[in-house]
């Protein structure tokens, strides 16, 4: 990672007083020194005012919140080193929370912006060519599916958000190497774009012709939330795998009210105490700032821990969706998710977990691509701020990215009926493997009960599970 040369201690630099400044409308400036700061020292100062602010938006003072908001857009910067540009979209996303009081305001300022499915799906593919996940997460399931659809003559995948053809594309060509022959292969796509459906067609069909495998593609239009399981249309004779990469978590979006007359209150003192750790720490690079601060300084209060059945039980269409979806008779259901605790039901809860995580997404590009990049500014803004701001600004059914861990996710469809498979340690290998290949030590991959993980150093970031319905057991 590139940082500022030189460092020195916190305890000898104008940090020391930081402690002593109030976040009261009086300050209508930072101190001249701000500008002056070394790059750990702007990130201590960055992580405090971006969790003060934080505090006073949670609490609606808003003066003190726009204090805050002004103080950080003096250090912060979507160009800058990692905490800069982190520090970037959390005040951008506490300021449209903000906003949100004010719904006409709010829809007035937003009335022009223009919201493109295909520029997501750009950025999603230029996420898929600059950081390794996606592709392990590929890697990983097309495994599964093989090993799992061993001697099948009639193989039937539905692919939960059919976007990104390369997944398939690497099964074809696995399948026409198998001994015994390829299948007959079904994929049905869903989307919610037709044009996206039809440009996955056509990539697909075009390799099955070119390697002689028979092939069909079902082409679904309709959002997550919406999808009719029934149109899914599993024939007789079928083994059926489901892919869901990065889609399960959106279903949990529903009414909040019920799940916060539930949940136990945060202690009041727990975010001061916490700021108070953050002025004492002296590290060397965020991510050790992040492990030793945001982690061993903050406890989840009940709700958020992993063990909590609050969250399960609020879930009525998840609930439905993988009932329904275990009434397939899937033989296979790979589900890879963030592993990462974003759906508590407090903003500083989510805000928390969120500058942890994303902590480690804004490193590992850090390491591996350079500050001018335009595809990074890209994936930064266009998918990690997209993400932060819907954590962080919204609430209710609009606020999907509600990521939740692996013990949720064993829990959760542990309780529909399926039954967990064990990913082979040949799939690890392939993983690894393609690692190794990347050429970037900070990526790690490692097995827990059964499920991959994928690490960014030692932070896991991602979890990839498999699942078949346990009449097959």
């Known amino acids: 990672m590139v940082q500022d040369e030189g460092s020195s201690s916190v305890t000898s630099s104008p940090l020391q007083f930081f402690s002593m400044m109030s976040l009261s409308p009086g300050i209508g400036s930072p101190y001249p020194w701000l500008r002056e700061l070394k790059s750990?020292?702007?990130?201590?100062?960055?992580?405090?005012?971006?969790?003060?602010?934080?505090?006073?938006?949670?609490?609606?003072?808003l003066e003190n919140a726009n204090t805050g908001l002004e103080q950080i857009s003096h250090l912060a910067s979507p160009d800058g080193d990692t905490m800069q540009r982190i520090a970037a979209y959390f005040t951008e996303a506490l300021a449209d929370r903000i906003l949100k009081a004010w719904p006409g305001l709010h829809k007035a300022l937003n009335s022009t912006r223009i919201s493109s499915i295909s520029e997501g799906i750009l950025v999603r593919r230029l996420f898929f060519e600059l950081c390794p996940f996606l592709k392990l997460s590929f890697v990983i399931t097309n495994?599964?599916?093989?090993?799992?659809?061993?001697?099948?003559?009639?193989?039937?995948?539905?692919d939960l958000n059919s976007a990104e053809p390369a997944q398939w594309i690497a099964l074809l060509q696995a399948l026409s190497a198998r001994p015994e022959g390829p299948p007959h292969l079904r994929i049905t796509g869903i989307h919610e774009q037709k044009e996206v459906l039809e440009q996955t067609a056509i990539r697909l069909t075009e390799e099955a012709e070119k390697l002689d495998i028979p092939f069909q593609f079902s082409p679904i239009v309709s959002k997550l939330e919406n999808l009719n399981v029934e149109s899914l249309r599993v024939k007789?004779?079928?083994?059926?795998?489901i892919s869901s990469v990065l889609q399960l978590h959106s279903l949990l979006a529903s009414d909040d009210e019920l799940f916060r007359k539930k949940s136990p209150p945060t202690p009041k003192n727990s975010n001061s105490v916490h700021l108070q750790r953050v002025l004492q720490l002296n590290q060397s690079t965020l991510g050790e700032l992040l492990e030793k601060d945001l982690i061993n300084g903050y406890s989840p209060s009940p709700d958020s821990a992993s063990s909590s059945p609050l969250s399960?039980?609020?879930?009525?269409?998840?609930?439905?969706?993988?009932?329904?979806?275990?009434?397939?008779?899937?033989?296979?259901?790979?589900?890879?998710?963030?592993?990462?605790?974003?759906?508590?039901?407090?903003?500083?809860?989510?805000?928390?977990?969120?500058?942890?995580?994303?902590?480690?997404?804004?490193?590992?590009l850090e390491s591996t691509?350079?500050?001018?990049?335009?595809?990074?500014?890209?994936?930064?803004?266009?998918?990690?701020?997209?993400?932060?701001?819907?954590?962080?600004?919204?609430?209710?059914?609009?606020r999907k990215e509600r990521h939740e861990k692996l013990e949720k996710w064993i829990q959760r469809l542990d309780l529909a009926g399926f039954g967990r498979v064990p990913l082979s340690y040949y799939g690890l290998l392939q993983a690894r493997r393609l690692l190794q290949s990347y050429g970037c030590d900070g990526y790690r991959i490692k097995e827990e009960n059964g499920c991959l993980v994928i690490c960014w150093q030692d932070r896991p970031l991602f979890s990839v599970s498999a699942w078949r319905c346990r009449r097959y057991d």
């Not at 599964?144 to 039937?156: D, S």
């Not at 007789?236 to 795998?241: C, H, K, M, V, W």
Request: proline share 1%; hydrophobic share 50%.
């Open 40 to 61: 750990e020292e702007r990130g201590l100062c960055l992580i405090h005012l971006i969790l003060s602010c934080a505090k006073h938006v949670a609490a609606g003072c």
């Open 143 to 158: 495994q599964a599916i093989l090993e799992a659809m061993e001697g099948e003559k009639m193989v039937h995948i539905i």
């Open 236 to 241: 007789t004779g079928e083994a059926l795998a």
């Open 312 to 364: 399960l039980a609020a879930s009525a269409k998840m609930e439905s969706f993988l009932t329904a979806l275990w009434g397939l008779s899937p033989k296979l259901m790979v589900v890879t998710e963030q592993e990462s605790n974003h759906n508590g039901s407090t903003l500083m809860e989510r805000l928390l977990e969120a500058l942890y995580f994303y902590a480690a997404l804004f490193d590992c």
């Open 369 to 398: 691509v350079t500050r001018a990049s335009m595809e990074r500014l890209k994936v930064e803004k266009m998918l990690f701020g997209e993400e932060i701001k819907n954590i962080i600004a919204c609430e209710g059914v609009e």
